[in-house]
């Protein structure tokens, strides 16, 4: 059973940076696919980036909203994923989860958490002046 925990998240200014980590138990295999999505008091669940890992091939995909502030990395050491979020915006505001797929998925798929099998509880994100 693959576990997942999110932490890294809190309160921070606009313009402001953060660091996520995804912290990932119970998945041996070097394929699998983690995203981050959010969700915005209110709002529908949100697709923020993902990355993809098949042996030593590893791609990276971002909505449009994050892309060229956010950048999400991997550590195989430490069984964890990062996204790492500069320039960040009141609209940045969710609380972000983590989500796992035991493969690595085709493209089109990444976007929906329909796809994904197992999501940690989340982190808040709060940006305010």
């Known amino acids: 059973q693959v576990q997942l925990v999110e932490s890294g998240g809190g309160v921070v200014q606009p313009g402001g940076s953060l660091r996520l980590s995804c912290s990932i138990s119970g998945h041996t295999s070097n394929a699998y696919t983690v995203a981050w999505f959010r969700q915005a008091p209110g709002k529908e669940r949100e697709f923020v980036g993902a990355?993809?890992?098949?042996?030593?091939?590893?791609?990276?995909h971002y909505s449009d909203s994050v892309k060229g502030r956010f950048a999400i990395s991997r550590d195989n050491a430490k069984n964890s994923v990062f996204v790492q979020m500069t320039g960040l915006k009141p609209e940045d505001t969710a609380v972000y989860s983590c989500?796992?797929?035991?493969?690595?998925?085709?493209?089109?798929?990444?976007?929906?958490?329909?796809?994904?099998?197992?999501w940690g509880k989340g982190t808040k994100v709060t940006v305010y002046s």
């Open positions: 990355i993809r890992r098949s042996g030593g091939n590893t791609n990276t």
């Open positions: 989500a796992f797929a035991t493969s690595r998925l085709i493209i089109s798929r990444v976007w929906y958490g329909e796809t994904y099998d197992f």
